[in-house]
C-alpha cells in the first residue's frame, strides 16, 4: 500500500512544494513539485506578507498539476530564522536485579530532559538524542540493552517561533488545506545529507541561501546548535549591482558566473540584458565589488562556528550547501581557505532537484516520511526514536 505525503519549504526566496509517494519496494517517489519565487522573510518577519498566499498557491498548484493529486493536507518546514535550538543534559538510574537499557529508561531520560527545559517561547517541534552514555562508557546511539547503573544522555530541542506556525497554518487553513506536521528544515537536511558514522563525531553544515546563511552543528540524531547570518546570495549580487551601477537581474547573472581563486582577473563576464543586448564587465572590476562581501560572510560563518559552543574535533566535517556560494566554482574552497578546514558539498541523493538549493527541501520531505511513515518500520531502536523525533 502508498502512502503520500506533502511537505511546503519556505526559503528565503523561493517556496517549493513537494509530493511523494512511499511504499514497500519503492522508498520514495517525488511525485510533484511546485517552485514559486516570492520575497522571503527576515529578523522573524515576512518581507512582503500581502504576496505571500499568492505564492504558497502557485508552488502547490504547481506540485499537484505534476502530481495529479489534490493537496487537502500537508505538512510544513520551520526555517532556521523562526527556530531556536535548546539542549539538555539528563540522566536516570538503571533499575532491576540486572540493570540494563530499557525503551521507559530512555522515555524517563527524555522525559527528564524535558522537565529541566522548562517554559520555552514557542513550540517545540522536535525533541532528539545526540548521545547517551551508559556509566562511563562511551557515547552511542544505540544504547538499548546495555548494562550499568546510570543513563544520561543530551537532548537537543527544536522551538518553533509561534507567529510562523499561526500564520502559515492560519493561511493553509484559507486555502481548505489542512496542516498535519510542522518540521525543522535545517534537522531535515542534516539529518538526510550527512552521513550518520560523520554526525556521530559531530558535522557542522553551512546553507548559504538568497537573504540568510544558516551554520549549525549535528551530532547523533540531533542539531546542537544553530546561528542565523542576516547575509547570502542575494547580499553579493547587491553589492555587484551597485558597484557596477548595473540592474540586480544583470547583477544575478554575473554572480552566477563567478570563479573564485582564478589566478588572473584578465577577461570579461558576458551577460545579456533585459533588452536581449550583451553587455560585457572586466573581471577585475567584478572581483572588486564581490568578494569584500563574500570575506566578510565568509568571516561571519567562521565566527558563528567559534561561538557555538560546540567542541569540534579535527574529524569534523564541515558540508557547505544552498544556492548562494556553492554553485559558483572555487566557492567551496573560498570558505574552507577563511575556515582553514576543508569544505564539502552534500552528496547527491535525488535524481530530481539536484542542486543544492533544493537541500532542505528534500530534507524536509525525508524528515516527513521517516517520521510520519515510519517506511513500514517502527522496530527497534531506530523506530523508537522515530516516535520521539516529529512533530
Not at 519549504?9 to 520514495?28: H, M, P, S, Y
Not at 514557542?122 to 552511542?140: L, N, Q
Not at 496542516?179 to 550518520?196: D, K, L, R, Y
Not at 567542541?311 to 575556515?339: E, Q
Request: proline content about 4%; glycine content about 10%.
Amino acid at each position: 500500500m502508498k502512502n503520500t505525503v506533502s511537505a511546503l519549504d519556505f526559503g528565503t526566496c523561493k517556496i517549493v512544494a513537494l509530493t511523494a509517494e512511499t511504499g514497500v519496494n519503492q522508498r520514495c517517489d517525488i511525485t510533484g513539485a511546485g517552485t514559486a519565487s516570492y520575497d522571503g522573510f527576515m529578523d522573524g518577519q515576512w518581507n512582503a506578507p500581502d504576496e505571500l498566499n499568492s505564492a504558497i498557491e502557485s508552488a502547490i498548484k504547481e506540485c499537484e498539476l505534476q502530481s495529479h493529486t489534490r493537496i487537502r493536507e500537508i505538512n510544513i518546514g520551520v526555517p532556521g530564522d523562526f527556530s531556536q535550538i535548546r539542549t539538555v543534559e539528563a540522566k536516570v538510574e538503571l533499575q532491576g536485579p540486572d540493570p540494563h537499557v530499557t525503551a521507559k529508561d530512555i522515555d524517563a531520560l527524555f522525559s527528564r530532559a524535558t522537565e529541566a527545559l522548562g517554559d520555552v517561547r514557542g513550540d517545540i517541534i522536535h525533541r532528539s538524542p545526540a548521545w547517551f552514555i551508559v556509566d562511563d562508557g562511551k557515547k552511542t546511539q544505540e544504547p538499548m540493552g546495555l548494562r550499568g547503573y546510570e543513563l544520561r544522555g543530551m537532548v537537543s530541542f527544536v522551538i518553533a517561533d509561534p507567529f510562523f506556525l499561526n500564520d502559515v497554518s492560519g493561511r493553509l487553513h484559507d486555502m481548505n488545506i489542512a496542516v498535519t506536521g510542522c518540521f525543522s528544515t535545517c534537522t531535515g537536511q542534516a539529518i538526510m545529507f550527512v552521513p550518520e558514522d560523520e554526525r556521530d563525531r559531530t558535522a557542522v553544515v553551512i546553507d548559504v541561501g538568497y537573504l540568510n546563511t544558516e551554520v549549525m552543528t549535528v551530532e547523533g540524531e540531533a542539531l546542537t546548535s544553530l546561528k542565523v547570518i542576516p547575509m547570502g546570495g542575494g547580499n553579493i549580487a547587491a553589492d555587484v549591482a551597485y558597484g557596477l551601477d548595473i540592474p540586480l537581474t544583470a547583477a544575478e547573472q554575473i554572480k552566477r558566473q563567478y570563479v573564485y581563486g582564478l589566478s588572473s582577473a584578465e577577461g570579461n563576464y558576458d551577460i545579456t540584458d533585459s533588452d536581449g543586448n550583451n553587455q560585457s564587465y572586466e573581471k577585475a572590476k567584478v572581483k572588486e565589488v564581490l568578494e569584500p562581501r563574500v570575506e566578510e560572510l565568509c568571516k561571519a560563518i567562521a565566527d558563528a562556528i567559534k561561538s557555538s559552543g560546540v567542541k569540534l574535533s579535527n574529524w569534523s566535517p564541515v558540508y557547505l550547501t544552498g544556492g548562494g556560494l556553492v554553485i559558483n566554482r572555487g566557492g567551496r574552497d573560498y570558505l574552507a581557505k577563511v575556515l582553514d578546514k576543508p569544505v564539502r558539498e552534500f552528496p547527491r541523493r535525488a535524481v530530481k532537484l539536484s542542486s543544492p538549493a533544493y537541500s532542505t527541501s528534500l530534507g524536509l520531505l525525508n524528515l516527513v516520511i521517516d517520521t510520519v511513515c515510519k517506511v513500514k518500520n517502527t522496530s527497534g531502536i531506530s523506530g523508537f526514536f522515530r516516535n520521539l523525533f516529529g512533530a
